[in-house]
């Protein structure tokens, strides 16, 4: 069983920074994992596509919305994926998910991921 967690989020005023960290564990998980994901779910919207980074080569995919504000990394022993996410907007308030991926490459797919975390929430005062 792959376990999931994240954390890092809070409340910040426009224009502050976040990190959101997922943390990994269970199933060998560095052995199979292809694609880590972070989306985001905004209270009566569908969840979405915000990046994602090939585990492996580490190259990265954006959603428009968050190219050349947000940065997502791994870190050297392959169990955390951190979203770096700067000059945040109202509109980034929701709550944030990773998601591990053991098929596709850099997928913005949400039901070609296989494990999901629980969700951390970000709120973005204006």
């Known amino acids: 069983q792959v376990q999931l967690v994240e954390s890092g989020g809070g409340l910040v005023q426009a224009g502050g920074s976040l990190r959101l960290s997922c943390a990994a564990s269970?199933?060998?998980?560095?052995?199979?994992?292809?694609?880590m994901g972070w989306f985001r779910q905004a209270p009566g919207k569908k969840r979405e596509f915000v990046a994602a980074?090939?585990?492996?080569?580490?190259?990265?995919n954006y959603a428009d919305s968050a190219k050349g504000r947000f940065t997502i990394s791994r870190d050297a022993a392959g169990t955390t994926v951190y979203l770096q996410m700067n000059n945040l907007k109202p509109e980034d308030t929701a709550v944030y998910f990773c998601?591990?991926?053991?098929?596709?490459?850099?997928?913005?797919?949400?039901?070609?991921?296989?494990?999901w975390g629980q969700g951390t929430q970000v709120t973005v005062s204006s």
């Open positions: 980074i090939n585990w492996t080569g580490g190259r990265t």
């Open positions: 998601a591990a991926d053991s098929t596709s490459q850099l997928t913005d797919v949400i039901d070609a991921y296989d494990y």
């Open positions: 269970g199933r060998t998980f560095s052995y199979w994992v292809v694609t």
